[in-house]
Antibody
Framework: QITLKESGPTLVKPTQTLTLTCTFSGFSLRSSGVGVGWIRQPPGKALEWLTL???????RYSPSLKSRLTITKDTSKNQVVLSLTNMDPVDTATYYCAHATLYGSGSFFPHWGQGTPVTVSS | SYVLTQPPSVPVAPGQTASITCGGN??????VHWYQQKPGQAPVLVVY???DRPSGIPERFSGSNSGNTATLTISRVEAGDEADYYC???????????FGGGTKVTVL
């Protein structure tokens, strides 16, 4: 059974850096074709893909947020960490991590964490 | 950047068929994946690839894709199908993942 869970602060101040951890079980980030992605959803709005890291440490970032995003993995701990710098109130959203599976040349997300709400406010 | 366009809402009566479209430039050349999201819950994958379903997803959910439009079809709609539905593709030209704006399916 694959599970993922996000953890981190629920409230951050403008200009601060958000750091979220995704702890997963039921799969290994050492396995070929496996990845973990981060997706966010502002209140009442659509899903927005942020970043993804593959088993081979290949990383992809949303072009609009690339300068502010960092994704890393700790395979021994089954964790993936998201960092988003210079937080702004528009970054207020629920942040999801998701297990990614290669399909053709891309991936889809068969399993998701429950999400963690993050509010940016002074 | 690649854009996916979905209608904001689709009303449907119980027992009828709901068709949710996802428009994109030459989307027929891409693999399209569909997610269901109920209020306060994380998205759930319901269809991936051409029309494959994860374990536990009813056969009432199916997908099709051609030209500039992909479609998620829900047959014999039930009250429990009321949710937001999102399409998703991987855009090879930008090497990014893209979600549509979402469609709210309302069961009348």
């Amino acid at each position: 059974q694959i599970t993922l869970k996000e953890s981190g602060p629920t409230l951050v101040k403008p200009t601060q850096t958000l750091t979220l951890t995704c702890t997963f079980s039921g799969f290994s980030l050492r396995s070929s074709g496996v990845g973990v992605g981060w997706i966010r959803q502002p209140p009442g709005k659509a899903l927005e893909w942020l970043t993804l890291i593959y088993w081979d440490d290949d990383k992809r970032y949303s072009p609009s947020l690339k300068s502010r995003l960092t994704i890393t993995k700790d395979t021994s701990k089954n964790q993936v960490v998201l960092s988003l710098t210079n937080m702004d109130p528009v970054d207020t959203a629920t942040y999801y991590c998701a297990h990614a599976t290669l399909y053709g040349s891309g991936s889809f997300f068969p399993h998701w964490g429950q999400g963690t709400p993050v509010t940016v406010s002074s | 950047s690649y854009v996916l366009t979905q209608p904001p809402s689709v009303p449907v009566a119980p027992g009828q068929t709901a068709s949710i479209t996802c428009g994109g430039n030459n989307i027929g050349s891409k693999s399209v994946h569909w997610y269901q999201q109920k209020p306060g819950q994380a998205p759930v994958l319901v269809v991936y690839g051409y029309s494959d379903r994860p374990s536990g997803i009813p056969e009432r959910f199916s997908g099709s894709n051609s030209g500039n439009t992909a479609t998620l079809t829900i047959s014999r709609v039930e009250a429990g199908d009321e949710a937001d539905y999102y399409c998703q593709v991987w855009d090879s030209s930008s090497d990014t993942w893209v979600f549509g704006g979402g469609t709210k399916v309302t069961v009348l």
